[in-house]
């Protein structure tokens, strides 16, 4: 598609990349083509550190179907952390 | 019979004279030689620009494909469009500026013939279609399925997008191709038909290619929407155009 219709959330949290772990402070979101999933178009996501250089970050390309799939796991682990650990 | 290219990664003072990144290839000899800017798409700066690069320099044109994200960098093409995408993306005045600048570059090389074409991708298609209502002297320009040069909802238009392209067609001074896939969702076939419409009714020179079968990005030989006969026709297509356009010299 080709757009730059682009979702951003803040967030608190560390992600492992090929130097190891650092601080992300800011997930973009948006479904457009992937740079290198076999896809047409993929649900991508990078979870980034905003004050450090183009290199930290850790990107995933997901298919549509398996992008949802992931936010079901997600919503599911946390209702379940829930009710295991409060919050 | 012998052939050869050189491509290598280059600098140039781009657009407000800053240095960017640009991939060069071109046939070795002594020319002379058209030239061509390739415009990559939103991804990036990525492995399939450079292929087209040395697609075109295979066919005869000396080919700058300029890294529009260079201010963004240094890093990793795939890391440096994602920043570009996370700020918004680049400024239409930027990129008109560093295609512009890579015009120049073509054209003063001593192996140049005096004329340089441009061609673009996706967004690259926009930029294309952008830069050559907006520069004059370029001397052809293929638009490959260009999203947004006809913006519907005027709330898409931003600071660093301020006008649609379709609304500058007046000012097209050269020939165009347009290269498109009946099943894209952007540009849909009605902007297809609508951009086609504006071009008639300013009198502009141009050759518009409609594919059945094929959707967006129907080049991109590791992509599922790879559609190998569509996209051998219409490579084609652009050989053929730029052979009508840019191999005499300039002036004719």
Redo the contacts between chains.
């Keep these: 598609m080709c757009t730059h219709i682009t979702e951003q959330a803040a967030i608190v949290g560390s992600a492992k990349g090929p130097d190891g772990w650092m601080t992300v402070d800011t997930a973009t979101v948006y479904y457009d083509h992937p740079y290198h999933a076999p896809l047409e178009h993929s649900l991508n996501i990078d979870l980034v550190n905003a004050s450090e250089g183009a290199g930290s970050r850790v990107a995933l390309e997901l298919s549509a179907e398996s992008a949802r799939a992931l936010v079901r796991a997600i919503h599911a682990a946390l209702e379940q952390g829930a009710d295991a650990h409060g919050g | 019979m012998y052939e050869g290219m050189i491509a290598e990664t280059i600098s140039l003072p781009g657009h407000n004279g800053d240095h960017i990144l640009a991939y060069s290839a071109r046939p070795l000899g002594n020319g002379p030689a058209p030239g061509v800017v390739v415009i990559h798409?939103?991804?990036?700066w990525?492995e399939w620009t450079r292929e087209v690069a040395r697609k075109l320099a295979a066919r005869g044109y000396a080919v700058l494909a300029p890294h529009l994200y260079s201010r963004?960098?240094?890093?990793?093409p795939?890391?440096?469009?994602?920043?570009a995408?996370?700020s918004?993306?680049v400024a239409d005045d930027q990129v008109v500026g560093d295609i512009g600048a890579s015009i120049r570059y073509l054209r003063t090389q001593p192996s140049s013939n005096g004329r340089v074409g441009i061609i673009g991708f996706?967004?690259g298609g926009r930029h294309a279609y952008l830069a050559a209502c907006r520069l004059p002297d370029v001397d052809a320009a293929v638009d490959c399925w260009g999203?947004?040069v006809i913006v519907d909802d005027p709330s898409q238009l931003?600071e660093r997008g301020p006008v649609a392209p379709i609304d500058l067609t007046a000012q097209l001074g050269c020939p165009l191709l347009g290269i498109f896939g009946n099943e894209d969702?952007?540009p849909t076939p009605d902007q297809v038909d609508r951009t086609e419409e504006a071009l008639r009714h300013h009198g502009k020179a141009y050759e518009f290619h409609r594919y059945d079968g094929a959707?967006?990005?129907f080049f991109a030989v590791?992509?599922?929407?790879y559609r190998p006969h569509q996209a051998t026709d219409a490579w084609g297509k652009v050989s053929r155009f730029y052979d009508q356009h840019l191999r005499s010299p300039a002036g004719d």
């Design positions: 798409h939103m991804p990036g990525d963004l960098g240094p890093g990793s795939d890391d440096v469009a994602a920043r995408r996370a918004g993306g996706c967004s999203g947004g931003t969702g952007n959707g967006h990005g590791d992509r599922p929407a």
